[in-house]
């Protein structure tokens, strides 16, 4: 059963314009969520994460929402370039998960397209 | 500075034949995860060590699969009597401390390997 569940797999967007890629999650002790980016043949790379303290966390053109009542979090890319098409995964993590407090739950992942 | 690397990048193995995938991660990083990614998955949880000790092993599928990093750096993932469904990506990501998500992972280019 996915904990972490990302329902687009894909998603097309002009260039300039507003990205929005959704994360849905089942476990309400997940404490942390992070945004990977990831290229073909790269492994992920880090791009934003949020607390469950905060609803919003910005970082130059990204920004992640999060809605605990809702189990659900977004990253917005604004403006859109064509360097941000890649797929991003959503991950999250609680303490003591697993044994270990490190390892990342991730969703399948949304492959986005932006057109010039 | 230099990142995490795994080698090989590629393996083809027949069914039933044994390999090892290797993890060089960032110098003086203390913790070291190990992940599995089917094709159009995200990543799963394998295995995590702090330093030389491995402190789970909850995601590991089998004993077929066993991982060790006995000085706390290299680390190698080996998997014996391959099978088909191990065909995947196996990611090594590395951590400064790693005790907590907050700790950004940084992941490796991952091994592909393929079991005909």
């Known amino acids: 059963d996915q904990q972490v569940k990302q329902n687009s797999p894909s998603l097309s967007v002009q260039e300039g314009r507003i990205s929005i890629l959704n994360c849905d999650y089942t476990?309400?002790?997940?404490?942390?969520f992070l945004w990977y980016k990831k290229y073909p043949a790269e492994g992920p790379t880090f791009l934003i994460s949020?607390?469950?303290?905060?609803d919003k966390n910005e970082d130059g053109r990204f920004t992640v929402f999060l809605n605990k009542s809702a189990k659900h979090l977004s990253l917005h890319i604004v403006p859109s370039q064509p360097g941000d098409s890649a797929v991003y995964f959503c991950?999250?993590?609680?303490?003591?998960?697993?044994?270990?407090?490190?390892?990342?739950?991730f969703g399948k992942g949304t492959k986005l397209s932006v057109k010039p | 500075g230099a990142g995490v690397s795994q080698s090989p990048r590629y393996k083809v193995a027949k069914r039933g034949q044994d390999v090892a995938l290797r993890c060089d991660p960032i110098?003086?990083?203390?913790?070291l995860f190990w992940y599995q990614q089917a094709l159009g998955q995200g990543p799963e949880f394998l295995t995590y060590?702090?330093?030389?000790?491995?402190?789970?092993k909850s995601g590991l599928p089998s004993d077929r699969f066993f991982a060790e990093r006995p000085e706390g750096s290299v680390s190698t993932l080996k998997i014996q009597r391959t099978q088909q469904e191990d065909s995947a990506v196996y990611l090594c990501?590395?951590?400064?401390?790693?005790?907590?998500?907050?700790?950004?992972?940084?992941f490796g280019p991952g091994t592909r390997l393929t079991v005909l």
């Open positions: 060590f702090q330093n030389e000790a491995q402190l789970d």
């Open positions: 990501a590395s951590s400064l401390r790693g005790m907590a998500a907050a700790d950004t992972q940084y």
């Open positions: 949020i607390s469950s303290i905060k």
């Open positions: 991950a999250a993590s609680a303490p003591n998960y697993g044994g270990s407090q490190g390892n990342l739950i």
């Open positions: 476990n309400s002790m997940f404490d942390y």
């Open positions: 110098s003086g990083h203390v913790s």
